[in-house]
């Protein structure tokens, strides 16, 4: 019981830790900022990290192909976009850029543009490769609707050149290929914020798992005791009966050697 309970709390000791590990992020800022305050947090769909679900093979070139689109937060309509960027001015939290669901959004590919689909080591459309609410979908086209991703970097610069740069490119590694023409590439040393959002759900979920197994643990020894407090009744019932019939016995003892004599 002891070593769960140790558990837990080193759990909840890391949750801690990553949730406060992103204050530097003013779209975190904001969102600690407006919770539990119905007045601004109902106006707010949530920050593009958080909703969405990226396979760990996908998160490199999901996350370079968002960039710091992955900080955006959704909002409904630019009303509540204004509200918002008000209370950033006026808190001094920084700057935000919110995606208003009634004005941001895309539609995917042209059709002239689908070509590079069945080029060798295209793998898909990046949208395609996260989860996320349908009611979503218009926001996710407009930030990954026009990104191919591709296995490697020799496949999407052969392809992207006989597609004209027509096609933003991503690649598994990480490198991007701009429809201007530019290409950036190199090692991934940063911990994105798809990583910690991931690394957050998953330590939530150990937490919750452990939970449960602990309060079954401490209802296990409940029973336990329980049952060892009804065994001790009945021990005591027992030795109570046992002193009963050793008097019983006492006493018939004698009468009988008083008839006897």
Same mark, same amino acid.
């Given at each position: 019981?002891?070593? *769960? ?40 769909? %949530? ?6 679900? #990226? ?28 509200? *918002? ?16 669901? /009634? ?36 926001? $996710?086209?407009?930030? +990954? ?21 027509? #096609?933003?490119?991503? /690649? +598994? ?5 701009? /429809?201007? %023409?530019?290409?950036? %590439? ?8 798809? $990583? ?66």
């Amino acid at each position: 019981q002891e070593e *769960l309970a140790g558990e837990v709390s080193a759990l909840e000791t890391k949750h801690r830790i990553l949730s406060n590990n992103d204050t530097k992020i003013s779209a975190k800022l904001l969102l600690k900022t407006i919770e539990g305050n119905p007045q601004y947090e109902s106006r707010v769909e %949530g920050m593009i990290a958080s909703m969405i679900k #990226v396979p760990r093979e996908y998160e490199i070139a999901i996350d370079l192909a968002l960039g710091s689109a992955s900080q955006n937060v959704v909002v409904r309509d630019e009303e509540d976009a204004k509200v *918002l960027i008000r209370l950033l001015r006026d808190r001094d939290l920084g700057r935000v850029t919110f995606l208003p669901m /009634t004005s941001y959004g895309g539609k995917g590919l042209e059709t002239y543009q689908k070509s590079i689909l069945h080029e060798k080591g295209c793998i898909c459309v990046a949208h395609e490769l996260i989860s996320y609410a349908p009611k979503y979908q218009s926001v $996710m086209l407009g930030l +990954l609707g026009k990104t191919v991703v591709f296995d490697n970097i020799d496949n999407a610069v052969a392809a992207a050149r006989r597609n004209a740069y027509s #096609v933003r490119i991503v /690649t +598994l590694d990480g490198d991007v290929l701009n /429809t201007s %023409g530019s290409i950036s %590439g190199g090692s991934n040393k940063r911990n994105s914020l798809l $990583m910690q959002e991931r690394e957050i759900k998953t330590t939530e979920e150990q937490i919750k798992s452990k939970r449960k197994e602990y309060s079954a643990l401490q209802q296990e020894i409940l029973q336990d005791r329980e049952y060892l407090a009804e065994l001790q009744a009945q021990l005591v019932e027992y030795d109570e009966d046992d002193k009963t019939a050793e008097v019983a016995y006492a006493t018939e003892f004698e009468r009988l050697d008083r008839i006897s004599n």
